[in-house]
T-cell receptor, first 113, second 116 residues
Framework: AQSVTQLGSHVSVSEGALVLLRCNYSSSVPPYLFWYVQYPNQGLQLLLKYTSAATLVKGINGFEAEFKKSETSFHLTKPSAHMSDAAEYFCAVTNQAGTALIFGKGTTLSVSS | EAGVVQSPRYKIIEKKQPVAFWCNPISGHNTLYWYRQNLGQGPELLIRYENEEAVDDSQLPKDRFSAERLKGVDSTLKIQPAELGDSAVYLC??????????????FGPGTRLTVL
């Protein structure tokens, strides 16, 4: 069965520091993987997605993620954090049929000045 | 292009009362999803529609939850009666589903339900 594990429910960084949010997946079929961001009282916004093309995926707002099949990981990174990056981040994988998303529990990113 | 619209944005009710949420998907999107997001958790699928047909409602608690998507456009999710544990954010999403590859889902802002 498909599942996603996000390591660390809360990550704190200083402005300008590297952001690393960890995601490991379990999938019985080649997965499609996603990172979403959720700002307070808003819906989910797609940051980036992996759909079996390039393993290094670039998204919006300077984020990128690398698909590593050997490690079953899809970690999200950003070289330099900005205050506006403070939000909840969710990693997701498609279900086996490819018809819905299965989300991790989320990681709250805090950015301090 | 307008995004997914949901209303109300917030709802506070007493337990045992009924409540309904409404969703209008992006124009032309044939697939509509309802997710529930409990506090501190990721969203979980409740039901998926393709046009007006509920094709996956396996996670919908059918004793108290119901949903409809008349005419294959907007949708209503209802809870009757509501319980304390139903307090959550209810998210609607839509996509244009074609055969083959996964089709991106677009999410609405959600309805935050508080049951007292």
């Amino acid at each position: 069965a498909q599942s996603v594990t996000q390591l660390g429910s809360h990550v704190s960084v200083s402005e300008g520091a590297l952001v690393l949010l960890r995601c490991n997946y379990s999938s019985s079929v080649p997965p499609y993987l996603f990172w979403y961001v959720q700002y307070p009282n808003q819906g989910l916004q797609l940051l980036l997605k992996y759909t079996s093309a390039a393993t290094l995926v670039k998204g919006i707002n300077g984020f990128e993620a690398e698909f590593k099949k050997s490690e079953t990981s899809f970690h999200l990174t950003k070289p330099s954090a900005h205050m506006s990056d403070a939000a909840e981040y969710f990693c997701a994988v498609t279900n086996q049929a490819g018809t819905a998303l299965i989300f991790g529990k989320g990681t709250t990113l805090s950015v301090s000045s | 292009e307008a995004g997914v619209v949901q209303s109300p944005r917030y709802k506070i009710i007493e337990k045992k009362q009924p409540v309904a949420f409404w969703c209008n998907p992006i124009s032309g999107h044939n697939t509509l999803y309802w997710y529930r997001q409990n506090l501190g958790q990721g969203p979980e699928l409740l039901i998926r529609y393709e046009n007006e047909e509920a094709v996956d409602d396996s996670q919908l608690p059918k004793d108290r939850f119901s949903a409809e998507r008349l005419k294959g456009v907007d949708s209503t999710l209802k809870i009757q009666p509501a319980e304390l544990g139903d307090s959550a954010v209810y998210l609607c999403a839509s996509s244009f589903r074609t055969s083959g590859a996964y089709n991106e889902q677009f999410f609405g802002p959600g309805t935050r339900l508080t049951v007292l």
